[in-house]
Structure formats: C-alpha cells, structure tokens
Nanobody, 115 residues
Framework: QVQVVESGGGLVQAGGSLRLSCAAS????????MAWYRQAPGSERELVAS???????MYADSAKGRFTISRDNAKNTIYLQMNSLRPEDTAVYYC?????????WGQGTQVTVSS
C-alpha cells in the first residue's frame, strides 16, 4: 500500500509563486511515474506535469515555461514550482504515484490565485 500526501497549497496573488510538495510512502518502495493533476470547480481533472524515475518530464501546454516539476527519488518526493501564477491556475492540485501498474492518489491541496 502506498500513501500519497501533498502540501504547499495556499492563496497567492496573480504573478506570484507557490511550491507544492508530494511525498509517497513508504520511501523504500519503488515508484515509477509521479505526477501533478489539477481540478477546477466544474471541470475535469487534468494533467499538469509528470516525472519518471529517470527524471524524464512532461508538461501540459498551460504549464510550460511557468511550472517546473522535480523529484527526489531517495525520498519518493516530487515538487512543483509554480511561477507567474494566473487566476485560471486556481484548482485543487492532486499528486499521483504509479507503482506496479496501480495509481495512488493524494487528497489534494487547494491553490487559489487572486486577480
């Protein structure tokens, strides 16, 4: 069983920055791909960025140039550095961890960007 816990959300003004963290436990298990998704009210959950165990990354078009995903394999932890935030980035951000063909989800962390 893998537990996923996100942290770092909050309220920020447009143009500001936030850094989200996500830890998958236990740290001793191998996790392949980890990713950040987000879901705004009335919208479907969408992929923001993903990172493999080899640090290969993928970004949604909306995140390119503004967000950076990184990973610490020793801690099974990923980060999402979000810069130049916009009101449309407001959503609940969820972390996912893929292990042995099963995806585990965190409870989500709220990010609110005020204009």
């Amino acid at each position: 069983q893998v537990q996923v816990v996100e942290s770092g959300g909050g309220l920020v003004q447009a143009g500001g920055s936030l850094r989200l963290s996500c830890a998958a436990s236990p740290m001793t298990v191998y996790i392949s791909t980890m990713a950040w998704y987000r879901q705004a009210p009335g919208s479907e959950r969408e992929l923001v960025a993903s990172i493999g165990s080899g640090a290969d990354t993928m970004y949604a078009d909306s995140a390119k140039g503004r967000f950076t995903i990184s990973r610490d394999n020793a801690k099974n932890t990923i980060y999402l550095q979000m810069n130049s935030l916009r009101p449309e980035d407001t959503a609940v951000y969820y972390c996912s961890a893929l292990r042995l063909s099963r995806t585990y989800w965190g409870q989500g962390t709220q990010v609110t960007v005020s204009s």
